[in-house]
């Protein structure tokens, strides 16, 4: 059975940082994916990183958003700086390649 945990949201004040960290069990996944959904908004991609280590991050938040992978602990995290309020949201993990599987999600919350 296949599990994904989110962890490390939180409230920060705008210009801070935080880590978030998902961790898949159950399978090994190609790729792990990172998805925020500001409040009344649709869930988008912010940032996907494979297997191999290749990395995608919408224009948004490059440069001050990292993603990045432990391959051995099936773990992805993504590293967010400079944190604005419109980073707000909450951020979920999917883990595919194969099937496709989603976490919980975990609250970010950026106060002006």
């Known amino acids: 059975q296949v599990h994904v945990v989110e962890s490390g949201g939180g409230l920060v004040q705008a210009g801070g940082s935080l880590r978030l960290s998902c961790t898949a069990s159950g399978s090994i996944f190609i790729f792990m994916d990172w998805y925020r959904q500001a409040p009344g908004k649709q869930r988008d991609l912010v940032a996907s990183?494979?297997?191999?280590?290749?990395?995608n991050l919408v224009e948004s938040v490059k440069g001050r958003f990292t993603i990045s992978r432990d391959n051995a602990k099936n773990t992805v995290y993504l590293q967010m700086n400079s944190l604005k309020p419109e980073d707000t949201g909450v951020y979920y993990c999917?883990?595919?390649?194969?099937?496709?599987?989603w976490g919980q999600g975990t609250q970010v919350t950026v106060s002006s």
């Open positions: 990183i494979s297997s191999g280590g290749t990395t």
């Open positions: 999917k883990a595919w390649g194969p099937g496709e599987y």
